[in-house]
């Protein structure tokens, strides 16, 4: 298959699980499959600079705004992370920052955490009152998801002691894996499909339409 004719096949095939991934919370690979695809688009694209697009999934934020939300624009784009699998990937990752650091020589410290696997938020809060609530979507246009937000007892409705003016708090809203547990179990008495995991659950109960 010649490049051309791989990179719109790529393209096609990433937009699709983006489509069930962002917009319909059912994905149909696993998170290391589709990014295989993305670093095979990627390195062709790196190949043949003339057959990049700029609507090509590698020219932006993955996601994409649903039906039935309002979608308003971040002040800040929201970025996603890279992966890295290997070793050979993380010390790529450590010669970039110390390129960005200015060839800097000594060691680097690094903390790592365990990673949450949610869906991104962005909530604005105006004078300590918490105004606006975002998804991601594709990175500069997420979807208004407001009122579902409010019923989220952990997310204060007031920040206490907030400055006056504009705070926006970037994070994850997630399931833990017992919620994730019970609310399958309510979608199997009643009949309905059950979610493939946490991360989708959390994305699927933010996206109702009916904030009950």
Same mark, same amino acid.
């Given at each position: 298959m010649d490049?051309?004719?791989r990179i719109e096949e790529l393209r096609r095939q990433i937009r699709h699980h983006e489509d069930r991934y962002?917009?319909?919370?059912t994905p149909e690979?696993?998170?290391?499959?589709f990014d295989e695809l993305m670093h095979e688009?990627?390195?062709l694209e790196r190949d043949h600079p003339d057959l990049v697009t700029l609507d090509s999934p590698t020219q932006r934020v993955g996601g994409r705004t649903a039906e039935g939300f309002a979608? +308003?624009?971040?002040?800040?784009p929201m970025l996603s992370l890279d992966n890295a699998y290997n070793d050979a990937e993380l010390r790529a990752f450590d010669e970039r920052?110390?390129?960005g650091l200015g060839d800097v020589e000594d060691a680097i410290p690094y903390v790592a955490e365990l990673k949450i696997d949610g869906l991104g938020i962005a909530l604005q809060y105006r004078n300590g009152r918490l105004v606006r609530a975002a998804t991601?979507?594709?990175?500069?246009?997420?979807?208004? +998801?407001t009122a579902n937000v409010r019923t989220i007892k952990d997310i204060p409705n007031t920040l206490k002691g907030a400055p006056q003016g504009t705070l926006e708090i970037r994070g994850e809203i997630y399931l833990p894996r017992k919620e994730f547990e019970r609310t399958n179990k309510e979608r199997e008495d009643a009949g309905e499909p059950r979610f493939a995991n946490p991360r989708n659950a959390a994305s699927g109960a933010i996206r109702?339409?009916?904030?009950e």
């Open positions: 490049p051309a004719t962002y917009i319909d919370s690979i696993s998170d290391a499959e688009l990627q390195r979608s +308003v624009r971040h002040a800040e920052l110390r390129r991601r979507g594709d990175g500069t246009t997420g979807e208004d +998801v109702q339409i009916d904030p």
